[in-house]
């Protein structure tokens, strides 16, 4: 595992040469807000990160409902169980196993690895515009249909999961890269998470922080650049 600090994010990369799975820790005055919660291996050097921080991890917040997303949740809901838990509405479904569409969702398959033995259940659902510490909670479906995005509105630094990625080339979630495939093989629907792309560019985020790959200072200009090549290859 390795860790990065860029203001008051860090990141937690695991498995970083292979298969880079990220989560990251917010820091505010006296808290520490959890940003996903990575790999079901991933709950010890994340409360020793925290440790070394010197303050309490009290939210756990979930961009959305995928396995390398939540897959150390059941055991740090065990070890900090004040924790507050929080995801989207439409994603606590796939967190219980729900693969099933909404009836306006259309007839494409909800993609990637859903939980199938998560027993946490989240202590409240995330609203769009709802603020929780420094972070604003942005709706950012595509991904997954329920994908949330996390804006920190000291820094502008955005915590955005999956939609996109640093990893084998910038892009948005859905654009193929052969290097790093499995964001897009994962993607419910492009066309959404080509407009929340354009979305989260419209908040200009001086610092992009992603599930899988590495942050993005200033990240303006590649993300525009990536959205553009998105477009021509829809």
């Known amino acids: ?105 259309g007839e494409a398959p909800i993609r990637g690895g859903v939980p199938k033995r998560v027993q946490t259940r989240p202590d409240c659902l995330l609203q769009e515009g709802e603020g929780i510490g420094s972070l604003q909670v942005i709706a950012s479906p595509g991904h997954t249909p329920g994908s949330m995005a996390f804006l920190d509105l000291r820094s502008r630094a955005l915590l955005a999961g999956d939609a996109f990625q640093t990893r084998g080339g910038t892009a948005v979630s859905g654009t193929f890269k052969l290097w790093f495939p499995f964001p897009a093989m994962a993607t419910w629907d492009k066309e959404k998470a080509m407009e929340s792309a354009e979305k989260l560019l419209a908040l200009e985020p001086s610092l992009l922080a992603v599930g899988h790959g590495a942050m993005l200072n200033q990240p303006q200009s590649v993300m525009q650049h990536v959205i553009e090549e998105g477009r021509r290859g829809a």
Do not use: W
């Not at 595992?1 to 917010?26: D, S």
């Not at 309490?56 to 900090?80: F, W």
């Open 1 to 105: 595992m390795k860790v990065t600090k860029n203001g008051m994010v860090y990141q937690l990369a695991f498995l970083p040469r292979f298969f880079p799975v990220n989560c990251y820790l917010v820091e505010e005055e006296h808290t520490l807000t959890l940003v996903d919660a990575a790999l079901p291996y991933s709950s010890k050097a994340i409360l020793a990160t925290a440790a070394a921080i010197g303050k309490p991890i009290t939210e756990i917040l979930l961009t959305h409902g995928h396995q390398d997303h939540v897959g150390a949740l059941d055991e740090l809901k065990r070890s900090l169980p004040e924790v507050v838990v929080r995801i989207s509405a439409r994603d606590a479904r796939l967190l219980a196993g729900d693969r099933s569409l909404l009836p306006d969702e």
